[in-house]
């Protein structure tokens, strides 16, 4: 029963990521893409106007640099998963080293828990993320 669960969801997140970069068979540019992550980020975080601007020239610079290397390699003839996943992961890595210099300490780390990277984060009881390794010191 829940291996049956698992491949539900799992088929569930797939199709929403692949509708997420195709809209009636038209495939969505990175530029329109990184806009509904602006606007999504902008209410998530409540960003400032400048950082929403500033957030909005990181995501689209990236998401056009990421989608260019792709093409370039698929252009070229690369074949290996392992390269691309590489590639994927350095334009990620550029992105929130970008990020940790516009958010604030807590925007950045509802930024992360927002892609999947901030595992290492849990809410106080506050409403302020913490990393959990501090929190237990202070029980």
Not at 25 to 48: G, M, N
Not at 66 to 85: A, F, T
Not at 90 to 99: L, Y
């Amino acid at each position: 029963m829940k291996r049956i669960t698992l491949l539900l969801i799992a088929t569930i997140v797939l199709l929403g990521a692949n509708s997420a970069f195709a809209q009636d068979d038209k495939e969505i540019t990175p530029e329109e893409y990184a806009a509904k992550q602006v606007k999504s980020l902008t209410s998530k975080l409540q960003l400032t106007e400048s950082q929403e601007f500033y957030v909005d020239s990181i995501l689209t610079t990236n998401y056009v640099g990421l989608k260019n290397q792709i093409d370039d390699m698929q252009r070229s003839g690369m074949q290996d998963p392992e390269n691309y996943r590489r590639c994927s992961e350095m334009w990620q890595d550029k992105t929130i080293a970008a990020m940790k210099k516009v958010l604030d300490e807590q925007q950045f780390i509802k930024y992360l828990k927002h892609i999947g990277k901030g595992k290492d984060y849990k809410k106080g009881k506050d409403g302020k993320y913490y990393l959990k390794s501090e929190l237990k010191k202070q029980k």
